[in-house]
């Protein structure tokens, strides 16, 4: 057995909680605040909760896209004779990093997704949410959520172009 990978293994598992955890509070304390400040959206407001649910879903699945390059990462790391404690910190660093070029692009993506979205339709989508209009909360969270699904993959390569891959000799 590896000890390394499974030491490894361990951290990432307890760091994904941890992080996932508080990846979704900020994310959805920053939105009931922007609700409330922006549109006086209270806090029972079930429409506006679909739309934070829809994000939070959106932050998850484009966070997660982050797993597969943090592995790659870390088998590259663990190969090499490092002792546990620098791999530990190696690990936190460069998982920071890609989580946070993830939870970035996954909050972009959704803040311009919805504000264009918002200019191409008649209605204002964070008025008719303020008034607890559930299918528009329904719609602007499946934009939201469709979007985080095209770009995963594409946001997963960037990140994935930051390990640092043993360079291989010429032909």
């Known amino acids: 057995m590896n000890s390394n990978v499974f030491f490894l293994g361990i951290?990432?598992?307890?760091?994904?909680?941890?992080?996932g955890l508080v990846i979704l509070s900020t994310t959805y304390k920053i939105l009931k605040w922007y609700g409330k400040k922006r549109?006086?959206?209270?806090?029972?407001?079930v429409a506006y909760s679909i739309f934070i649910a829809s994000v939070l879903f959106g932050m998850g699945l484009m966070v997660s896209g982050t797993i597969e390059?943090?592995?790659?990462?870390?088998?590259?790391?663990?190969?090499?004779?490092?002792?546990?404690?620098?791999?530990?910190?190696?690990?936190?660093?460069?998982?920071?990093?890609?989580?946070?070029?993830?939870y970035s692009a996954g909050l972009g993506i959704s803040l311009i997704g919805i504000l264009i979205y918002s200019k191409l339709t008649p209605i204002d989508e964070f008025v008719e949410m303020?008034?607890?209009n559930i299918g528009v909360a329904i719609i602007s969270g499946a934009i939201i959520i469709t979007l985080i699904l095209l770009t995963?993959?594409?946001?997963?390569?960037v990140i994935e172009s930051l390990i640092p891959y043993p360079e291989l000799p010429p032909r």
Not at 39 to 45: A, C, K, P, R, T
Not at 73 to 100: C, T
């Open 11 to 19: 951290i990432e598992i307890l760091s994904a909680i941890s992080m």
């Open 152 to 157: 995963k993959d594409g946001v997963a390569l």
């Open 69 to 102: 390059p943090i592995v790659s990462s870390f088998r590259l790391l663990s190969n090499a004779e490092e002792s546990a404690s620098d791999l530990f910190l190696s690990f936190l660093f460069r998982g920071g990093i890609y989580i946070f070029i993830a």
């Open 130 to 132: 303020k008034n607890n």
């Open 39 to 45: 549109f006086d959206i209270g806090h029972n407001n």
